[in-house]
């Protein structure tokens, strides 16, 4: 029996872009075909901030800088917390791994939320709400 617990993270970014958000639409078998934030499950050694910039550098081709923690959503006790965080783009271009994700779009918020069946969870939609009203 081991003596360590195995605790899983998640870390992504919630990045605006001329009144558009940007999700990728996901390849893995347990979410193929639907979108969600660059996002990524954090390694060891690594922060969750530093996951969160290297996720979305991986997912989209944006170098990006955090700008300020939106929250943390979980949805039960058997999945992974998700911490999201407001980044801005600071270099790159778009650029997506074609075997780990399908798209990456921008979308508006209106469309995020007449597309809730091809979200990934509720914790998209919400994300951007909060970061919203954050603004306001």
Avoid: C
């Avoid at 550098?57 to 923690?69: N, P, Q, S």
């Avoid at 995020?112 to 914790?123: A, F, H, P």
């Amino acid at each position: 029996m081991s003596d360590h617990i195995k605790w899983e993270v998640v870390a992504g970014v919630v990045i605006k872009k001329d009144d558009k958000y940007l999700l990728v639409q996901e390849i893995g078998p347990r979410a193929r075909g639907l979108w969600n934030w660059p996002s990524g499950r954090v390694e060891q050694g690594d922060t969750i901030e530093e996951t969160a910039v290297k996720e979305a550098k991986e997912e989209t081709g944006y170098d990006v800088k955090l700008i300020r923690k939106i929250g943390i959503f979980q949805i039960d006790i058997n999945t992974p917390p998700k911490h999201s965080y407001e980044a801005e783009i600071v270099g790159g271009e778009l650029d997506y791994p074609k075997n780990e994700i399908m798209n990456a779009k921008w979308f508006t918020l209106v469309e995020i939320k007449n597309m809730k069946d091809k979200l990934r969870g509720e914790w998209i939609t919400g994300a951007i709400e909060i970061l919203e009203k954050m603004n306001d």
